[in-house]
């Protein structure tokens, strides 16, 4: 079965076409000319409906994502989640700090704190639509932005030729 994907989505996520140009198609495989290139923004605010904690994490990190140029209109719905994540998080954290990681259960009984369940999760979708937007160090070596200068060493550039 060489080659051949059988199940959809498995297998290495494919290389966006701005990246394999800009490494000077080290593949030499034909170039997608049809991949779509969505508007990109300079200035948006939180939604209204974001709590005030959610649009505080907004704050901080759309103005980075927006100065390198790698979020565009159609990435919002990741930072808008990545930004509700982190407040649920905290709100399960805080539950936790405020009730321990063992609470008594309706019969009585010890019980791990749902909350703790809650800030698990919401971890793990931090995680993901962090990784989305590239706000962890190892996706952000995978990251390409829109405001990369093309190499101007004349060398390097007639050896990928």
Excluded at 29 to 56: G, H, M, Y
Excluded at 74 to 82: I, P, Y
Excluded at 135 to 146: E, F, H, K, Q, V
Aim: a positive charge.
């Amino acid at each position: 079965m060489g080659g051949t994907a059988t199940v959809a989505g498995r297998g290495r996520k494919p290389k966006p076409t701005a990246k394999k140009a800009l490494a000077g198609n080290p593949g030499k495989r034909a170039l997608n000319k049809a991949e779509p290139a969505f508007s990109k923004i300079t200035n948006v605010d939180p939604p209204e409906w974001l709590s005030d904690r959610a649009s505080q994490m907004w704050k901080m990190i759309v103005p980075e994502l927006l100065r390198e140029n790698v979020v565009a209109i159609t990435d919002l719905h990741n930072v808008e989640a990545f930004c509700v994540a982190y407040d649920n998080w905290r709100m399960a954290q805080e539950s936790v700090q405020a009730h321990g990681i063992v609470v008594t259960g309706a019969t009585g009984g010890p019980m791990k704190n749902p909350a703790l369940t809650a800030a698990n999760e919401t971890m793990r979708q931090m995680v993901t639509f962090g990784s989305m937007l590239g706000l962890d160090p190892a996706s952000r070596t995978r990251l390409i932005g829109g405001n990369k200068e093309k190499e101007t060493n004349e060398f390097a550039q007639l050896l990928r030729s």
